[in-house]
């Protein structure tokens, strides 16, 4: 068996980003949010690198008056209704909030990507505030949105990867999903774990990879969980060397290959306005796994790609 490379990312543009003060913490990399999209387009093409876009499916919309009919959470948490960071406008007036430019540009790409599902208004499964019936709207009005616009919806990506309702994916046709990185105490909010997992980082700890037969046995639909998080440039974030993410995703890689597993490594688009070195470590992840596969060791998959090849292994082995 090659190696198995993913990438997906998460594509929410302001909609995964809760509390005034940190959506002014972002705001200049939302407002160049379509300047870093068309450099990540050209990447990818640059490298032949089909990616999975788990997108807000809000997205897709030019414009809407809120959804009346849509049962929205109150989170405890938040000060107002998750409906209210619905601006109700365009997106002229509110580009964070409406991206179907954003999504034909990934469309128009030379590569041929994969559009998920990243839940319609970014709703945090899991949470006691997102009741069965919450998540079941947002997932039908997803699957709508979807096959209005042609686009198959087979890949999930949890917003938060709060992992939860997976019982309710198959009906909407979701076939695969992104679960959480085998790393206990990345799920852990105790403060010693985000040192933990800093750590990682900054020591280039060889991240988790999967094998296909074990995945295999999960689902349908199945879990393919993250490897990797394309550390951002944020806080003492940034003290961690470019050289250092590089290295991290090259021993995944690596580990992929010579055992013959999955290596899943994600980030958000809006992540590549934190720093100029965040460009640097997916270029030169991306041509690590480029020349990789051009030597025939690695494969790279999307999401639903990977899922059905997975599946497929399974069967034959099988059938002995
Ligand atoms: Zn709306
Ligand atoms: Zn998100």
Do not use: E
């Given at each position: 068996l090659p190696g198995t490379f993913i990438l997906s990312l998460d594509t929410e543009i302001a909609w995964g980003t809760y509390g005034a003060a940190d959506v002014a913490a972002r705001a200049a990399s939302f407002d160049v949010y379509r300047d870093l999209i068309c450099r990540l387009l050209d990447l990818l093409d640059r490298y032949q690198i089909p990616a999975t876009w788990a997108v807000v499916g809000h997205l897709l919309l030019d414009a809407c008056d809120g959804h009346p009919d849509l049962p929205q959470p109150h989170y405890v948490w938040a000060d107002a209704p998750d409906a209210d960071r619905d601006p109700c406008t365009d997106a002229m007036r509110d580009p964070w909030y409406y991206g179907p430019d954003v999504i034909a540009a990934i469309r128009a790409a030379q590569v041929e990507h994969e559009i998920g599902t990243h839940t319609f208004t970014h709703v945090l499964a899991g949470d006691a505030a997102v009741t069965p019936a919450i998540w079941e709207a947002q997932l039908a009005a997803c699957a709508a949105l979807h096959r209005e616009h042609g686009l198959p919806m087979h890949a999930l990506v949890y917003p938060q990867n709060?992992?939860?309702?997976?019982?309710?994916?198959a009906a909407h046709g979701i076939t695969v999903y992104r679960g959480q990185e085998a790393r206990p105490y990345r799920r852990s909010t105790h403060p010693a774990a985000r040192l933990l997992s800093l750590l990682d980082y900054a020591l280039s700890r060889t991240p988790p990879t999967y094998a296909p037969s074990t995945l295999a046995a999960s689902g349908p639909p199945l879990n393919l969980p993250a490897s990797q998080f394309l550390l951002s440039y944020d806080g003492v974030r940034r003290f961690i060397p470019t050289g250092a993410r590089i290295r991290q995703a090259r021993r995944g890689l690596d580990q992929a290959i010579r055992r013959g597993e999955i290596y899943h490594l994600w980030f958000h688009p809006?992540?590549?306005?934190?720093?100029?070195g965040m460009f640097d470590a997916l270029a030169g992840i991306l041509k690590l796994a480029a020349a990789r596969r051009d030597a025939g060791d690695l494969q790279v998959l999307t999401m639903g790609a990977a899922a059905d090849w997975i599946r497929a292994q399974g069967e034959s082995n099988g059938a002995g």
């Open positions: 709060r992992v939860a309702y997976v019982d309710r994916l809006f992540n590549l306005g934190s720093g100029a």
